[in-house]
């Protein structure tokens, strides 16, 4: 059983789940979702033909991280003693797999957790992904990194060698089937709309909207976005796909509506954000995914976080650290739309995140592992 309850774990499981029905033969898969971010959640489902077995759609207007845990468990539970599978798959750092994960310990079912290993070694940032990921990884009974150094930091946690694997992030796989589609008409209107294309303008791209930013962090990100968008006013556009949540919402609309350069949206579907990153010269972002997914597209990467777990990124030069301090992103963003060597090396930095055959790696383990336990 594979379960999931938000865009981005969908994104990545569902090649994952296309692998796993490739082997029929040898697996019977049903999908289960809780659907905590219901919309977003909705267009990869339709992308991505995949029609759950089991939708909880449990997303309910202001509810609390308490009650959606509550949920969780008590609308899943009778799934879990219906199908009683013999693994449960789970991705990422949500609070679906936290609670997932548990379950899946409760009834003695075998947990693969898929993206294990990462680590700001903060339980604050992100808040509550870190902890949510490190409770998967203490019941997980197969650990799929998608590096080496997410591996290391599984053994540093007492996890056995033999119980963890390196497939690279099933990310990579989503984007390379999405990036090579036809480009959505939307993404054409959009450009136009900037002037990128008919007036030759960059284009950076803005993504905003973990928790840890609400407040004082996202209004600083407003401000620093104000000054790029002043300083490079007639030749710098902005796409500000604007997340839903209204602890973003009103302090991006006072702060940045009035802004000509500034171009601000509904949440973009997944295949529209990925032919938009196509066309970026630059993102900023404090989006996990997007650290995973800009640098196979060649663009640079400014992280508005004061800490990452994905750390590879900032090894291998496809991201920088830059916080939300307005001052440090000016500065950042500024370095890299007026030096191109700086741009370019970013731009040809190679991406640790995988080759696009994660999810292979992934199903064959598990079938491995299944032949163990005959």
């Not at 197969?142 to 080496?148: R, V």
Request: aromatic share 6%.
């Amino acid at each position: 059983m594979v379960i999931f309850g938000t865009r981005p774990e969908a994104v990545k499981l569902a090649p994952v789940i296309k692998t796993l029905r490739a082997h029929a033969n040898k697996i019977d898969t049903s999908v289960c979702i809780t659907a905590q971010h219901r919309e977003m959640l909705d267009q990869v489902l339709n992308v991505f033909n995949i029609i759950p077995d089991f939708d909880l759609d449990l997303m309910q207007p202001g509810q609390n991280l308490s009650q959606l845990t509550a949920k969780i468990f008590t609308d899943l539970d009778p799934v879990m003693n219906e199908v009683r599978p013999d693994w449960l798959l789970i991705q990422g750092d949500t609070t679906t797999v936290m609670a997932a994960a548990l379950l899946g310990y409760y009834h003695h079912i075998n947990v693969g957790h898929v993206e294990a290993g990462l680590r700001t070694f903060d339980k604050w940032q992100p808040f509550p992904e870190e902890i949510n990921r490190r409770v998967a990884g203490a019941v997980a009974d197969l650990h799929f990194a998608p590096t080496e150094n997410n591996r290391r930091n599984l053994l540093r946690e007492g996890i056995s060698d033999d119980l963890i694997k390196v497939t690279g992030n099933p990310a990579i796989d989503a984007l390379q089937i999405v990036a090579a589609q036809p480009e959505p008409t939307q993404v054409m209107k959009l450009l136009d709309q900037a002037q990128i294309s008919s007036n030759h303008r960059r284009l950076i791209l803005v993504t905003a909207h973990r928790r840890e930013s609400f407040g004082k962090p996202i209004q600083d990100v407003c401000t620093a976005l104000k000054q790029l968008a002043e300083h490079y006013h007639d030749s710098i556009s902005f796409i500000y796909p604007v997340h839903l949540n209204p602890n973003i919402q009103k302090p991006v609309y006072e702060s940045l509506s009035g802004v000509n350069n500034i171009l601000l949206l509904e949440p973009l579907d997944y295949v529209s954000l990925v032919h938009l990153m196509k066309h970026a010269a630059l993102i900023l972002t404090d989006s996990g995914g997007i650290q995973e997914e800009a640098p196979s597209l060649g663009v640079p990467t400014l992280v508005l976080r004061d800490r990452t777990e994905r750390q590879e990124g900032l090894t291998a030069g496809t991201l920088k650290l830059v916080g939300t301090n307005p001052e440090h992103i000016f500065n950042a963003a500024k370095q890299l739309l007026d030096d191109p060597e700086a741009h370019a090396a970013m731009a040809r930095s190679v991406n640790p995140y995988g080759d696009g055959h994660a999810a292979e790696q992934i199903v064959n383990a598990l079938l491995q592992r299944w032949e163990q336990d005959q």
